[in-house]
């Protein structure tokens, strides 16, 4: 597996407008864009910082796995995104090694990224995210 570096910071935010003052207008960083991705049940707002990035996150639904985050642990950092060179295969090598995933195959993200989630019990409390992008 090729880690190519830290794709993104995933946030979770009761209100990507009242979290946009924030990362906007006080530490000055530029919006690329908001998306919803309707099978997540999320809206994202990219802010980039040098060649990673900052994901907002907000639940479009009471029932999606950004609002439950946020009932359980309040808002904050709720994922780190590694981008990868190849998932299917970074996927493959990691249930060998015993890792537990979240995801087996992996879905569509926002900015039609595949991704898929490494379970929080198999890495230490993180969540972490493996992303593909088309460059």
């Given amino acids: ?9 995933g946030i979770a935010v009761k209100s990507i407008e009242e ?5 906007s207008g006080l530490l000055g960083l530029k919006h690329e864009g908001s998306e919803t991705v309707a099978e997540q049940k999320v809206t994202t707002a990219f802010f980039p910082v040098g060649d990673t990035e900052v994901e907002l ?7 999606g796995p950004i609002a439950k985050y946020i009932e359980k642990k ?3 950092i709720q994922h780190i995104a590694f981008r990868v060179e190849n998932i299917e295969e ?22 039609g990224a595949k991704i898929a989630f ?6 230490f409390g993180v969540l972490i995210e493996l992303c593909e992008k088309e460059e």
Avoid: F
């Avoid at 979290?19 to 990362?23: F, G, T």
């Fill in 57 to 63: 996150l907000e639940s479009t639904s009471p029932d």
């Fill in 90 to 111: 970074a996927l493959a090598e990691l249930k060998a090694k015993g890792v537990q995933l979240i995801d087996e195959k992996p879905r569509r993200g926002a900015g």
């Fill in 118 to 123: 490494l379970h929080p019990k198999s890495t």
């Fill in 19 to 23: 979290a946009k003052n924030l990362y």
């Fill in 1 to 9: 597996m090729k880690v190519l570096k830290i794709d993104h910071i």
């Fill in 74 to 76: 309040g808002e904050g």
